[in-house]
């Protein structure tokens, strides 16, 4: 039997009101870094970042996407992830010619919700020098006032996180959150990366008294399509088309999220009434 790298983990620690989602990510990483001609340094963002959706989208109790997207002024341009209640990840990473960072520089940090029936919901953070995981602590606190800890790690061929947040109106002894969370602060990189949902838990929390669930497993996934490209097509000028194909013979568009390239000559643009 094949083991299965890429999963999700929920858990409930019910006698200190605090939930708890854990995720390790392998073939699903790496399928988003492949397509992307970056760094070693943005695939391990990248990862921390697919990891941390990953962990919002089994907090967040919505058939449909949640997507966080970082606009940022230093070595990351820009960052875009998302996840679907089927547990389902996609994401792609843009930097700029600076020395890398762990820490986001001044931007936004942008996260929607979008079901699959019902209007999308968007909550906006602005982003001062922090991780990732600090970012997202910070929306809780001040859009959803959950207090919420969030850890990350990526190497070169995993990525995983770990999530605590409290569940609104439980009982619980004041203690409690601050006990649960200084000792995953004991928590290491390694660690993270390399152990299994029992066994990290077992680790950090041997003397307390949690619920896991079923694990789930994780996928990568693209949404790009033949319509979805005639579409953005149709947004340009057909002057600019015509010019593209006489010189190129055909227009060509690259998804970002999973490298497929769409090819498009003048004839099957005439036949889609682009052009």
């Not at 940090?109 to 997202?136: K, R």
């Not at 003397?207 to 790009?224: D, I, K, M, R």
Request: glycine share 6%; with cysteine; net charge negative.
């Amino acid at each position: 039997m094949t083991e299965q790298h890429d999963q999700l983990t929920r858990f409930l620690f019910a006698d200190a009101g605090v939930r708890g989602v854990w995720v390790q990510l392998q073939q699903s990483y790496r399928a988003a870094c492949q397509w992307q001609t970056q760094s070693e340094a943005a695939d391990q963002q990248l990862g921390m970042g697919l990891a941390a959706v990953s962990l919002l989208s089994a907090t967040i109790k919505i058939q449909g996407s949640v997507f966080v997207q970082v606009k940022a002024q230093g070595w990351i341009e820009s960052l875009l992830l998302q996840a679907t209640h089927q547990r389902k990840v996609r994401g792609m990473i843009r930097t700029r010619a600076l020395p890398p960072t762990l820490d986001l520089a001044e931007g936004q940090l942008i996260l929607t919700l979008e079901p699959e029936q019902g209007q999308s919901y968007q909550g906006v953070v602005a982003l001062a020098q922090q991780p990732l995981s600090a970012a997202l602590e910070r929306y809780f606190r001040d859009s959803e006032q959950l207090p919420t800890r969030i850890w990350l790690a990526a190497d070169n061929t995993r990525a995983a996180g770990l999530l605590l947040q409290q569940i609104p109106d439980a009982d619980r002894d004041d203690d409690d959150w601050p006990r649960l969370t200084m000792l995953a602060n004991t928590l290491s990189d390694e660690e993270l990366l390399t152990l299994a949902c029992d066994k990290l838990l077992y680790r950090l929390f041997n003397q307390e008294t949690w619920q896991l669930y079923p694990a789930e497993s994780v996928n990568h996934f693209c949404t790009c399509s033949e319509q979805k490209t005639l579409a953005l097509l149709r947004a340009m000028s057909p002057a600019e088309l015509t010019d593209i194909c006489t010189e190129q013979g055909s227009v060509e568009i690259n998804c970002q999220f999973c490298g497929r390239s769409y090819h498009y000559q003048a004839e099957q643009l005439g036949a889609a009434g682009i052009l």
